[in-house]
């Protein structure tokens, strides 16, 4: 019920390792800082040579680094990626750092087919693997890691934290001391990471009483997991796969798959049962 395995599929994932030897799925939190350190292979330490701060977009592509020489087609309209050519040959796989970026501290490692775009901040330890988005703003903390096909949207920060895969947090949300798998987080999704008062968070699910020992924990969301605009996830909190939770809406403690969370005449309400979409 409480497995990593149980919120995620994680057959084949890059970041399996991080639930080794766990067992709950919290118990993750705590083991991000020691899978970073062994998982990292930084790859920006020539982009900053010059300083935090690139003053000129960069490729990154089969482990060389291009300032210039290269040209970069955009679609958005149509949705399709980037591509980045060079003397007349596409550079599959390539990633983009554009001018603007700022990169404090070279244990930072970038994927393939990956774009940064101007504005964002990313301070090490992070982990951003491939053809993920980080548009204009967004903040990351240090000791994050992002998977695959991931977006890391305009004003969103991260700090201790993990994407596994799939994972959109595409406006304005806080994703701190959590693990999303493969979900939707609407416009200003909040996963609240510190309680008011100043104790570990402790779960109560079915009866019994789990002491996670952990001081700052926001949330555990399952694979298939959405969020409306503006709800909000108090610390601890834990969605198991295909909960929906509607806009506007705060969720805490345990939800198992399927639950659905929305307001009525001003009252948290839960439904249970698969969602039929």
């Known amino acids: 019920m409480l497995a990593p395995s149980d919120f995620f599929d994680l057959k084949g994932n890059p970041f399996a390792g991080l639930f080794e030897d766990v067992d709950y799925v919290w118990d993750g939190l705590r083991m991000i800082p020691s899978f970073i350190q062994d998982f990292i292979q930084p790859n920006i330490s020539h982009v900053i040579q010059s300083g935090p701060v690139l003053s000129r977009t960069v490729v990154l592509h089969e482990g060389r680094v291009y300032d210039s020489g290269f040209s970069i087609e955009?679609?958005?309209?149509?949705?399709?990626?980037?591509?980045?050519?060079?003397?007349?040959?596409?550079?599959?796989?390539?990633?983009?750092?554009?001018?603007?970026?700022?990169?404090?501290?070279?244990?930072?490692?970038?994927?393939?087919?990956?774009?940064i775009e101007p504005g964002?901040?990313?301070?090490?330890?992070?982990?951003?693997?491939?053809?993920?988005?980080?548009?204009?703003?967004?903040?990351?903390?240090?000791?994050?890691?992002?998977?695959?096909?991931?977006?890391?949207?305009?004003?969103?920060?991260?700090?201790?934290?993990?994407?596994?895969?799939?994972?959109?947090?595409?406006?304005?949300?806080?994703?701190?001391?959590?693990?999303?798998?493969?979900?939707?987080?609407?416009?200003?999704?909040?996963?609240?990471?510190?309680?008011?008062?100043?104790?570990?968070?402790?779960?109560?699910?079915?009866?019994?009483?789990?002491?996670t020992g952990l001081r700052k924990f926001g949330a555990i969301l399952g694979d298939g997991v959405e969020t409306g605009c503006n709800s909000v996830t108090a610390p601890g909190t834990l969605l198991g796969r295909e909960v929906l939770v509607y806009p506007n809406c705060t969720a805490k403690g345990y939800h198992p798959y399927g639950t659905i969370i929305k307001l009525k005449q001003n009252q948290i309400i839960k439904q249970k049962g698969r969602r039929d979409g």
């Open 74 to 115: 955009s679609k958005a309209s149509s949705g399709e990626k980037l591509k980045v050519s060079m003397d007349r040959q596409v550079l599959s796989g390539a990633s983009v750092i554009y001018a603007g970026v700022s990169l404090m501290g070279d244990a930072v490692q970038i994927g393939k087919g990956t774009v």
């Open 120 to 211: 964002v901040l990313i301070k090490a330890p992070t982990v951003v693997l491939d053809n993920t988005e980080v548009r204009h703003g967004a903040y990351i903390r240090g000791n994050v890691l992002v998977g695959d096909r991931c977006i890391i949207g305009h004003a969103t920060e991260m700090k201790s934290a993990v994407l596994l895969g799939g994972s959109q947090a595409g406006h304005f949300a806080y994703v701190g001391n959590s693990i999303l798998g493969r979900v939707n987080l609407g416009a200003g999704t909040k996963l609240a990471n510190l309680k008011i008062v100043k104790s570990q968070v402790v779960l109560h699910i079915k009866g019994k009483v789990y002491k």
